[in-house]
């Protein structure tokens, strides 16, 4: 009798798509958000492709994919020898070899892992005297609010310097970034992606200027203006302040104003202008304009800095319905906007 025919090993984008037909739609979307445009086009072709999965296949998959988050995790904690030796005792010396060997460039530890788990009040104090590249270099892999946190705390003159360095930023060595690793003492892995690692750029100090507070933000964006209007004006475009709520259309401003505390609008709307006053009252019913009118003549004079405080609570309310894809901004590129 002829010997079963094995069947054909499964690509990695294959057992994507049966992951995320495994995981459901809901669980499935929120992974979407953070894959490239084509990784997303890639993997909505592979999962209509696939007609069934058997049960044992589907398990496998799951197995594989949760053997490999416990790794990244353990190496993530401790190095390569931590991670095998727990997952030796978690999954068994062979699987634990198997999953240790499938690790790729793109699921290696980011440097300063260790780091991003301190807390912003101390890490200022561990990293505040350095060279202002070393300290664009570590904030630019830290998480966007951990990194405003430190921005903010900086000299107002190492602000913008910093802000810059992370701006221009490209590429990185990864002999570069040991050797900073290794002066700041920190218990990473010394596991790095030996490609050329991507850091900073544009993006990233649009994430930490998005994050940091109002006055911080003006301050390092008035400097950058003197000192680099190109690159000021890029980051600029891909920013969003309060005075931007010109960019959104009717529908979008009402669904903003629905998640807006009628205190906070109020004193926001104390220190803005007339054009963007409007537009908020346009939107609002007639009892309620009435309302937050008489709010802002009863309250008396307001201290920028609660203003400013005000503002960036509706500016937060606006970037959180964007990332949840509830309302569209418009950047400059002329598309029309969509609720």
Do not use: W
């Not at 209509?48 to 949760?66: D, G, H, L, M």
């Not at 240790?100 to 807390?119: D, H, M, W, Y």
């Amino acid at each position: 009798m002829a010997a079963k025919e094995k069947e054909p090993a499964l690509s990695g984008l294959q057992k994507a798509a049966i992951l995320l037909i495994a995981l459901g739609p809901e669980r499935s979307a929120l992974i979407f958000k953070h894959l490239k445009e084509e990784e997303i086009e890639d993997l909505t072709l592979e999962i209509a492709n696939t007609r069934s999965v058997t049960p044992q296949v589907k398990e496998e998959v799951i197995n594989e994919f949760y053997g490999v988050c416990l790794a990244q995790q353990y190496i993530a904690e401790g190095g390569i020898n931590y991670a095998k030796e727990l997952l030796e005792k978690a999954l068994g010396n062979e699987k634990a070899l198997d999953v240790i060997g499938k690790l790729t460039a793109s699921l290696q530890v980011k440097p300063f892992e260790f780091i991003r788990k301190t807390e912003a009040s101390q890490l200022l104090n561990f990293i505040q005297d350095e060279h202002p590249q070393t300290i664009a270099l570590i904030l630019s892999y830290l998480n966007p609010s951990q990194a405003a946190l430190i921005i903010s705390a900086l000299p107002p003159d190492r602000q913008s310097d910093v802000a810059k360095r992370i701006a221009m930023m490209d590429r990185t060595s990864p002999d570069v970034i040991k050797e900073v690793e290794k002066i700041l003492e920190s218990k990473l892995s010394s596991l790095v992606n030996q490609d050329y690692t991507i850091i900073g750029g544009v993006d990233a100090v649009v994430d930490i200027l998005n994050t940091v507070d109002r006055s911080t933000e003006k301050h390092i964006m008035e400097t950058l203006e003197i000192d680099e209007p190109e690159l000021a004006d890029e980051i600029r475009k891909k920013m969003f302040v309060f005075e931007d709520i010109l960019l959104l259309d009717d529908r979008a401003i009402q669904r903003v104003l629905r998640d807006v505390d009628n205190s906070d609008l109020a004193i926001a709307l104390k220190g803005a202008n007339e054009e963007v006053q409007n537009a908020i009252f346009n939107n609002l019913s007639k009892r309620l304009a009435v309302m937050i009118r008489e709010d802002m003549e009863f309250m008396g004079p307001v201290r920028m800095k609660d203003v400013e405080e005000a503002q960036q609570k509706i500016v937060n309310t606006i970037r959180r319905l964007e990332d949840a894809s509830e309302i569209v901004i418009s950047r400059g590129g002329g598309d029309e906007i969509v609720v």
